[in-house]
């Protein structure tokens, strides 16, 4: 979900909003551009775990979406380019979903801040929980509940490590192929799922799902619900009531908080 805004001393820098990613992030050649100037160092976690990076602080800024004049940002050398290639910039879900209820709607291209959200009665809700700064949501594949991230940064409907699933739940292909992921490389194959996948109160088909090789891991880049699967919902996500909603009709209503629509 990319956008374009002002960073720095660079009027047009190429924004992606990444629900799978942890600390925003930039690459060195934004950094030159925004003449961003150094602050230190910090210790990855999530998908930047297992290395020190450099922190910045950004002047400047200013987005619809994120309003972060002064916003300290670590700078990856070449983990965001690996992810989506002509990215000079990544706001991972920890930067808006403090602010309040957040309608991410992947199929119209757009995260809008909610004034506030009442649910109607016939919602069913899940459980939402942060970790590393990600929103993870029970998802339920037949009676067995799984813990998946809300990844829009990844085209999957769903990825998932193969041991984490009861035996007979998936029918995997021969096929094994490997996939860039936050500058790692993650080998999976094609599967199908053969029990149904419910997300609140829907019962979903998710097609073809990529099973992640390996053991289970509790990382974002091996278990998550991707942009294939979340353009079917609006999904509402509210971290002070710990809760998700997997919405097919929501109502779009007036905000007054709009925080971008990407064209």
């Known amino acids: 979900m990319p956008f374009s805004c002002k960073v720095g001393a660079d009027p047009a820098m190429r924004v992606v909003v990444d629900t799978g990613w942890t600390r925003p992030a930039m690459t060195p050649q934004a950094r030159q551009r925004a003449q961003a100037r150094s602050v230190g160092t910090v210790r990855g976690v999530g998908l930047m775990s297992g290395s020190d990076y450099e922190l ?3 002047e400047g800024m200013k987005s619809a979406i994120w ?3 002064g916003a300290v940002v670590a700078v990856v050398d ?4 690996r992810v989506v290639p002509d990215a000079d910039m990544i706001i991972g879900a920890e930067a808006f979903l403090a602010c309040g209820p957040v309608r991410v709607s992947v199929g119209r291209r757009e995260i809008v801040l909610l004034p506030e959200w009442t649910p109607s009665g016939s919602d069913a809700s899940v459980p939402l929980r942060l970790r590393s700064g990600v929103p993870w949501v029970s998802v339920y594949f037949g009676t067995q509940a799984v813990d998946l991230a809300i990844d829009t940064g990844s085209d999957a409907t769903i990825a998932i490590p193969g041991d984490a699933l009861a035996t007979g739940s998936l029918s995997v292909e021969d096929r094994s192929m490997s996939a860039m ?3 790692q490389s993650v080998r999976w194959s094609r599967g ?3 029990v149904p996948v419910v997300l609140g109160d829907s019962v979903v088909d998710p097609g073809v799902v990529q099973v992640v090789e390996g053991p289970t891991t509790e990382c ?3 278990q998550h619900i991707g942009r294939g699967l979340l353009r079917k919902f609006d999904v509402i996500l509210d971290v002070s009531k710990g809760r998700a909603w997997f919405v097919r009709h929501s109502p779009v209503g007036s905000s007054r908080h709009r925080m971008e629509r990407y064209q």
């Open 56 to 58: 910045v602080r950004v």
């Open 67 to 69: 309003i972060a004049d």
């Open 78 to 81: 070449d983990g965001i380019r």
């Open 181 to 183: 992921t936050a500058g």
């Open 192 to 194: 199908r799922l053969t």
């Open 220 to 222: 974002s880049a091996t």
